[in-house]
C-alpha cells in the first residue's frame, strides 16, 4: 500500500489549507478496510496525533488543537482522505503524515488515536503558517 499525501503550503495565520492522502497499491487491496490518521511533526518536537478516521467515515477523532478548526473526511469511492484545515495558527507549522491500518469487519467503526497502530506512511507534506 502506498500513501501519498498533498496539499500543503505556507499559508497566512487564520488561513486554510486543504490536505489530502489518496492510497494505491500494486495488490489487490480495499481502501474502505483501512482506518486513516493524520499526524504531524514539527521541528524538535515529537510527532502527535491531529485526527482519525474510521473506515466507512462515521467516527472521527481530533486532538484538542485540532478540534473546532480541521475536519476529517474521507470518500472510499476515491480511495481518498482529507483533512481541512481552517483558522491556521503558526503553532500548526509541521509536517503532516497520513497513516493507514487495515481492520477486520469486527474493529470497522473504530478509530485509531496513536500513530503505534498504523502500518502503512506517506511521505508528508509540510505546512508552514506563518506572516
Known amino acids: 500500500v502506498q500513501l501519498q499525501a498533498s496539499g500543503g503550503g505556507l499559508v497566512q495565520p487564520g488561513g486554510s489549507l486543504r490536505l489530502s492522502c489518496a492510497g494505491s497499491?500494486?495488490?489487490?487491496?480495499?481502501?474502505?478496510?483501512?482506518?486513516v490518521g493524520w499526524f504531524r511533526q514539527a521541528p524538535g518536537k515529537e510527532r502527535e496525533a491531529v485526527a482519525a478516521?474510521?473506515?466507512?467515515?462515521?467516527?472521527?477523532y481530533y486532538a484538542d488543537s485540532a478540534k473546532g478548526r480541521f475536519t476529517i473526511s474521507r470518500d472510499n469511492t476515491k480511495n481518498t482522505v482529507w483533512l481541512q484545515m481552517d483558522r491556521l495558527d503558526p503553532d500548526d507549522t509541521a509536517v503532516y503524515y497520513c497513516a493507514m491500518k487495515g481492520v477486520t469487519g469486527a474493529y470497522y467503526e473504530r478509530i485509531y488515536r496513536h500513530d503505534y497502530y498504523y502500518s502503512y506512511w506517506g511521505q508528508g507534506t509540510q505546512v508552514t503558517v506563518s506572516s
Open positions: 497499491s500494486a495488490s489487490p487491496w480495499t481502501f474502505e478496510t483501512h482506518a
Open positions: 478516521i474510521s473506515c466507512s467515515g462515521r467516527n472521527t
